[in-house]
């Protein structure tokens, strides 16, 4: 307590005498690590982008605790084991107070070991397969029960779909989401022989046989919808070939978890009208605050830029940190740390995201529709669900939480009330 | 007003026949008060909320309301309301709207008024998809015999969609006026599929059921599919009823033994968790039921102290393979058919056997149509390839950025000229020749001062491949590029349910056809080709006859690249136009021509063919892993090559050596 | 014998001592030392440039000297990182299973840990079972031979299968890219049982030494990388000195008048095929555990050709043109992709490195192709050999 009333009063010291930047020691620094080559470019820029656009705000605003606050950009270059080498970097060259970064789980898995050792703080912006807290990750994406659970709840409820495919790219990501899927399927009472299930590989072409075993999966007389977590690419010919094959979304719903509008602006979606995408923004959310942001991107970026979840997620996630650090009086990783638990931010839907002890947030998740203009018109809103690390739908998971304030432990058993380990599990 | 009719749209839950009831004698009231002018704005502020935020487990009362109540205004109304044309308020009235900027023009549901408001307070009504498809099933008995085709034809799909017993007396009853011959057909045959779930005589639904014999669609299998649902069952003895089929229990043991214990007939299974739990519950002064804690690390240790532990009833018997037999043999397990006749699930059967028979044939032929496909691709991708490596010898790893460049092209065009089929048009032969003027300048400036040193040239050629590629990168960006196909070639050529293919793939095979007969001509019927074939075989001899070789080589090598660009097109219209695009076919169309042996066109075609087809086929077998596929093809291929080095097209005497 | 291939090749010791001497520089400059002149990150960098030199130099072995051009060495590099990767994987989680299991009152059974383990490391992949290819991974000895057999002997039965049929030149080479191919697909499938496309992660915490700081760890790796590059120089030196070495050049130049001389040509090649692919699985073993994480993507055909590339550049045929080639391009790869070099301002455009990078090294590896074949190695000939 004595500690806190300590930490106030610099923080309010330090913001009555440091509103000038120029008597900050050294500016605060924060790391961005985005890859601005190779495969993940395509996303990842935007949030770098997206990064320097937020700091700069800050900066006009008034910086952080009187300081300056300066972005350090490095480029991982889309190969993952260099996303661990620059981590380094950035934590003991830089010596940066925070690193906002990595869109795939694979550079997710790279950076932690290294994260974890130095005791950096990462915020992960991206939709992810759960199964994992870090004590030094905050994930401000959404994990599976805040996407995938309420697209398929919405999907037997709303649409009555009775047979499912759950389509998907190999890697991780979709591996892990449709593991859960197919037992929450399950245990919701559709049978094994109605859940088909098909991979492939990054930027599939050759989608014509594939929408084919969709279609026949019909023959039952079962409605039937597609559950797609194909991934960047392999988006376009597949949702060419559903439309050649005349699949409309009355007949067949599609509902994609990876489809955002930076992806849409690579298609014509005339033919697409009415396919479904889940997230927890969209560019379309009808909010102030969003028509604030959603100006303020195209006047920094051009015109013709588009928004998404991953940069809402940001978005939340540095204003969560700034307002932290405030609070704490001190950019220090393990005060700033206890400091975000709680936190509140306003989404850019409406509602307030909430920062819990498991990292995760508590955020509405939206379903929009495609329309022909290459957005999304959102047709289904719920209430806030708290992000949950570990999945209560897989036998090994269900007995696991999360708990960095009270329990001080990201891989809790409840069952033995013991602590599995205290580094996350990469 | 009468109390009586606002009373009817409380919208207090009720069973749906109570209320029913009530709507009907409401009606039979209203109908005697003069002064009540039914209003579709009352009946929808009763159900307000639920009108505001459908769902399709609970709008049904609402639409029954609107239709019971016989407005009118109702049908357009649930079209409007479908289309998410239908706006609320700020006072929480429903108008329909339409939205120009910041104001929006609102039309008075049942006087037609009309007039402007600001935009903002007004909020959209979206039904989701669950609910559009209720509201096309209640528009269904207003749209059957409509004059306007459109509505027809979208009553038709909403029955195709979700048949119901009672849409087959409108639906026949509708089929004598149908006056379009297409449409009427489509209707027969749905009520034929309506006759065979639903039809009151049981020699009703038999005849339509063998009707459906000869028909592979996917909605006459699910006809049949359903009439014969079953459904699982466990039983001391064999079920009443019409049983589909009696178990084998043993089959699946663990499986069924799960079964019988959900049924409540059997113990559950004692697994490793249970033993545990339960040794941990009897934890007593370091040991389990006489065996010291720290001997408990086997399973044969843990049994024996469970065993201990049921010995002295603290619980229950260990469930063995041998008591979980023993349970299984004792019970029957079967299938029940949903429908109690007999004979109609016979029919379904004979039927079911004999379409599915038809379908497995269809599949084939679908099967073969996705090979063809994927080898024309193939083909147009390596053909240029088969040009510059099996004419000239020469390696050019660039080709895939060839086949980029032309993609990129056609996306360029397609920015400035806005008709797509205008554009494809220009787009063709102005990939060719970008691709051309590429190929001849890579040619003279790197290609030709490596003419004897092959495997050099594939290092310089991958050099300007990754060039190449980040200058696209630097020019496009790294998003994909659309590059959209004409009206004519959107959607696909359907003879059946089963086999279709687009018609993009279709044009792609065309043009598969076209550039194999075009450079066949070129190689075999023109001076260049002639002298090309001169320059392939003996470059010396064919100076000495006058024949310049440096200008063969340049027209091959542009010949070759500007094939590429058109197969860029083409590839991009079928799948996507990204930087990397080329480096997705660079392999698969090396191997195509090493495949179908080098130095021959006939060759790439029977490459490209055992590839296509191959993959397909391999697909086929394990349809839930594509990449497997693409593994095990690309192993088949090096063992291929290691027994056949040649290629299938093998050249014989002196051009086959190196 | 051993005397007169020191005294032939006096560039052996040249670089031995130049080897020596930057090792020691790397040293004492390092965070171990206390004068943290150069950081720990860096000092992973250089252990696993140490690493790329190694392979670079079997694959100049391979193609500079015997003329195969094989586009699949850096899939037995893979290879390598994988194997010693699967056992650092599975001890690293052995500790945290047991520590975890410890402190339940009932024992274990074998199978109880080995499940846990199993949902540790295949958890994340939506499984728990461990696959066959995992037997060996309990064990730090056995794996290490896995480093060694499994390139070695993938290498026999390929280069059997294809020196045997006569596949020789270009034809080879997309052979050998194909093989990479499958091997970079297959692993890139979850059901192979290396995690898909995520891989083997964590590989820098080497179990056992939990509490040794990084900067140490990195520092012994390093040292490591350098001596297994000297020791593979001077073998690599020694093969292709003496008989044996005229061979496998006369199998270069003309292989059928090698063969006509009655030398039996494919049983050459496949030694030094096999042989190479050996060092490269050992090259990848030391690097991977500096990386921190081997995936697929690590495989793909293009890492091979970019292997091609060092060597090219540096100079074929020449063991330090290798060493120079993959030393000299990965470094400053890594500075322009870094953002290390400053952008250029042409006024109307700005060119921004990491953007023009790959399009420099690409028009530069055409002009080395075209004007420099013997690579930034021939010009250190050229400088040496002049005064003589």
């Known amino acids: 307590m004595k500690l806190k009333l300590y930490s106030m009063a610099t923080a309010a010291l330090l913001g009555s005498t440091a509103m000038a930047a120029a008597e900050c020691a050294d500016p605060i620094k924060v790391g961005v690590l985005h890859s601005l080559s190779g495969t993940m470019a395509i996303s990842e820029t935007t949030l770098k982008d997206t990064m320097l656009m937020l700091i700069e705000q800050q900066n006009k605003a008034g910086g952080l605790l009187g300081c300056e606050i300066e972005a350090v950009v490095v480029d991982p270059a889309s190969d993952w084991p260099l996303f661990a080498e620059k981590a380094r970097e950035l934590l003991t060259v830089h010596e940066v107070d925070v690193i906002f970064g990595n869109w795939t789980s694979v550079s997710r898995k790279s950076v932690l070991p290294v994260i974890e050792e130095l005791n950096g703080l990462l915020f992960y912006p991206v939709q992810y397969e759960g199964e994992e807290s870090s004590r030094n990750v905050f994930y401000t994406g959404a994990a599976p029960n805040q996407q995938a659970i309420p697209a398929v709840d919405y999907f037997l409820e709303e649409l009555g779909v009775e047979k499912f495919a759950l389509l998907g790219t190999d890697y991780v990501y979709p591996r892990t989401t449709n593991n859960i899927l197919e037992q929450y399927l399950k245990d919701n009472g559709i049978a094994a022989d109605d859940i088909f299930v098909n991979y492939t590989p990054f930027g599939h072409s050759d989608w ?84 604030e942001f959603i100006a303020a991107w195209k006047e920094f970026a051009g015109e013709d830029r588009v928004t998404n979840d991953p940069m809402e997620a940001h978005y939340i996630g540095f204003n969560m940190w700034v307002n932290a650090a405030t609070e704490a009086g001190t950019t220090d990783v393990d005060a700033v740390r206890s400091a975000m638990y709680g936190q509140e931010f306003p989404n850019l839907t409406g509602g307030t995201a909430v920062m819990l002890p498991n990292h995760h947030l508590a955020k509405p998740v939206l379903i929009g529709e495609i329309t022909a203009d290459g957005q999304f018109d959102i047709i289904s809103k719920t209430e806030e669900v708290p992000g949950d690390a570990w999945t209560d739908f897989l036998p090994a998971s269900k007995v696991l939480t999360s708990d960095w304030k009270d329990l001080g432990c990201g891989m809790y058993n409840i069952e033995t009330e013991t602590c599995v380990q205290l580094t996350s599990n990469y | 007003m009468a109390p009586g009719c606002t009373k009817r749209f409380d919208p207090s839950r009720k069973p749906v026949f109570m209320r029913r009831f009530l709507v009907a004698i409401a009606l039979f009231f209203c109908a005697l008060t003069p002064v009540q002018a039914e209003d579709l704005q009352r009946i929808l502020q009763a159900h307000a909320e639920e009108v505001a935020n459908p769902s399709r487990r609970s709008v049904g009362v609402v639409l029954d309301d609107l239709v019971t109540s016989g407005l009118a205004q109702v049908p357009g109304f649930l079209e409007n309301w479908a289309d998410k044309n239908v706006w609320r308020s700020p006072d929480r009235l429903f108008f ?7 104001v929006i023009e609102v039309t008075d549901l049942d006087s037609g008024e009309t007039r402007s408001a600001p935009r903002a307070g007004f909020t959209q009504l979206k039904p989701n998809g669950g609910v559009r498809r209720l509201i096309g099933t209640a528009l269904v008995q207003f749209q059957l015999a409509d004059p306007d085709i459109t509505r027809r034809e979208s009553a038709v799909a909403a029955i195709a969609r979700r048949p119901e017993a009672a849409q087959l007396a409108p639906l026949i009853a509708s089929i004598d006026t149908e006056t379009d011959e297409r449409l009427r057909a489509r209707k027969v045959q749905l009520a034929n599929f309506l006759s065979a779930r639903f039809a009151e005589a049981p020699q009703d ?100 102290a469970y065993a201990a532990l049921s010995k002295a009833g603290a619980v229950p018997p260990l469930v063995t393979e041998d008591t979980r037999d023993y349970a299984l043999n004792t019970y029957v397990f079967y299938e029940l058919y949903d429908e109690p006749n007999a004979e109609i699930t016979a029919a379904a059967e004979a039927a079911l056997a004999s379409v599915e028979q038809r379908v497995a044939f269809a599949q084939a032929a679908d099967l073969a149509l996705d090979g063809l496909s994927l080898a024309s691709i193939y083909f147009l991708a390596a053909i240029g390839l088969a040009i510059t490596f099996g004419v000239m010898g020469v390696i050019n790893m660039a080709h895939g950025e060839f086949i980029m460049m032309g993609a990129y092209t056609g996306y360029v065009v397609q920015l400035f000229v806005p008709d797509y089929t205008l554009s494809i048009m220009i787009a063709l032969p102005l990939a060719f020749a970008v691709t051309f003027g590429a190929g001849v300048t890579m040619e003279r400036l790197v290609i030709r001062h490596l003419y004897h040193r092959p495997l050099e040239t594939l290092l310089a050629t991958f050099g300007i491949s990754i060039a190449l590629q980040q200058l696209a990168k630097n020019i496009f960006g790294t998003q994909a590029r659309p590059l959209t196909s004409p009206d004519w070639l959107d959607g696909a050529w359907v003879i059946s349910d089963v086999v279709q293919i687009s018609f993009i793939r279709i044009a792609i095979f065309v043009l598969a056809l076209l550039f194999l007969a075009l450079i066949l001509f070129v190689l075999k019927r023109t001076r260049l080709g002639l002298e090309v074939r001169a320059v392939t075989q003996n470059p010396g001899m064919a100076a000495s006859m006058g024949i310049n ?94 027994f056949r080095p040649k290629g299938i097209v093998a050249l014989k005497g002196r051009a086959a050596a190196d | 014998m051993r005397k007169s291939f020191i005294s032939q090749n006096p560039s052996v010791l040249w670089f031995l001592l130049a080897l020596s001497l930057f090792t020691l ?31 670079a130099i079997a694959m100049d072995v391979v193609w500079g000297y015997c003329g195969i051009l094989s586009l699949g060495h850096f899939a037995f590099f893979g290879i390598g990182g994988y194997a010693i990767g699967m056992w650092l994987m599975y001890a690293r989680t052995e500790a945290i299973v047991m520590d975890s299991l410890q402190a339940q009152v009932i024992p274990p059974t074998p199978q109880e840990i080995s499940d846990a383990i199993g949902n540790q490391i295949f958890g994340v992949v939506g499984s728990s079972e461990f696959p066959l290819i995992w037997a060996f991974a309990d064990g730090l000895f ?178 330090y043109g290798a060493v120079i080639g993959a030393a000299f391009v990965s470094l400053l790869s ?55």
Not at chain 1, 260 to 277: C, F, I, K, Q, R
Not at chain 2, 96 to 102: E, H, P, T
Not at chain 3, 36 to 49: A, C, H, P
């Open chain 2, 549 to 642: 070789p440096d200008r063969i080589n340049m027209l091959t090598f542009g010949l070759g690249s500007g094939i590429a660009g058109i197969a860029g097109v083409a590839i991009g219209l079928y799948a996507k136009v990204t930087s990397e695009m080329g480096a997705d076919y660079i392999v698969q169309s090396f191997m195509t021509v090493v495949v179908g042996g080098v130095g021959n066109v006939w060759g790439t075609l029977a490459g490209a063919s055992l590839i296509g087809f191959l993959q397909k086929g391999i697909e086929w077998l394990n349809p839930s892993n594509t990449l497997a596929a693409q593994t095990y093809m690309i192993l088949f291929i090096i063992l291929f090559i290691q």
């Open chain 3, 25 to 55: 520089g790397v040293v004492m400059l390092s965070e171990v030392t206390g004068s943290n002149v150069i950081s720990t990150s860096f000092v992973k960098t250089l252990g696993k440039t140490l690493c790329l030199c190694l392979v």
């Open chain 1, 208 to 291: 014509a046989t594939i929408v084919a075993d969709v279609v026949a999966l019909g023959e039952d007389g079962k409605q039937v919808g597609v559950i797609s977590t194909i991934n960047g690419d392999a988006n376009i010919g597949f949702y060419k070939e559903l439309a050649a094959a005349g699949v409309s979304a009355d007949d067949i719903p599609v509902v994609a978890f990876s489809v955002g509008e930076e992806e849409l602006s690579g298609l014509d979606t005339s033919n697409l009208v009415g396919h479904l995408a889940a997230w927890n923004y969209f560019q379309s959310a009808e909010t102030d605050a969003n028509a």
């Open chain 3, 334 to 388: 890594s500075w322009f992709t870094g953002g290390g070099a400053p952008d250029v301002n042409l006024g109307i455009y700005t060119i921004q490195w990491t953007d023009w990078w790959l399009v420099l090294l690409g028009v530069s590896f055409v002009a080395v192709t075209l004007f420099f074949p013997k690579g930034i190695g021939g010009l250190f000939d050229y400088l040496v050999r002049k005064p003589s």
């Open chain 2, 205 to 304: 639904r038999i005849d339509a059921i063998q009707s459906l014999a000869q028909d592979t669609s996917v909605e006459a299998r699910s006809v049949l599919n359903q009439i014969l649902q079953t459904e699982a069952g466990v039983g001391a003895a064999e079920p009443e009823g019409n049983i589909a089929r009696l178990l084998d229990p043993m089959e699946a043991p663990d499986a069924y033994y799960a079964q019988l214990v959900e049924a409540g007939l059997a113990p559950a299974r004692t697994g490793p968790a249970v033993i545990r739990a339960a040794l941990e519950a009897h934890i007593d002064a370091g040991t389990v039921g006489g065996v010291p804690l720290a001997q408990l690390g086997t399973d044969a240790a843990r049994e024996r």
């Open chain 2, 96 to 102: 329909l709207g339409d939205v120009a900027g910041d």
């Open chain 3, 142 to 319: 056995l794996q290490l031979l896995m480093v060694v057999l499994v390139p070695g002997v993938l290498a026999l039965v390929f280069g059997w299968l294809a020196f045997r049929s006569r596949v020789t030149g270009v034809y080879l080479s997309i052979l050998t890219q194909a093989m990479t191919l499958a091997l970079s697909l297959y692993l890139f499938q979850n059901d192979s049982g290396l995690r898909g496309n995520n891989g083997l992660s964590g590989l820098q915490n080497i179990p056992g030494f939990e509490d040794t700081p990084q900067a140490t760890i990195s520092i012994v790796f390093f040292l490591a990388s350098a001596v297994a590059l000297g020791a593979g120089y001077v073998f690599f030196a020694w093969v292709v000195s003496g008989k044996m070495g005229s061979v496998i050049k006369g199998v270069r130049d003309n292989e059928a008048r090698v063969r006509f001389l009655g030398y039996h040509v494919e049983s050459y090649k496949l030694f030094v095929f096999t042989i190479t692919a050996i060092i490269s699985g050992i090259a990848g073993a030391l690097y991977y555990p500096q990386a921190g994480i081997i995936n697929p993507g690590e495989i793909a055909p293009i890492a091979s050709i970019y292997l091609a590339v060092w060597v090219a550049i540096g100079g074929r045929g020449r063991l």
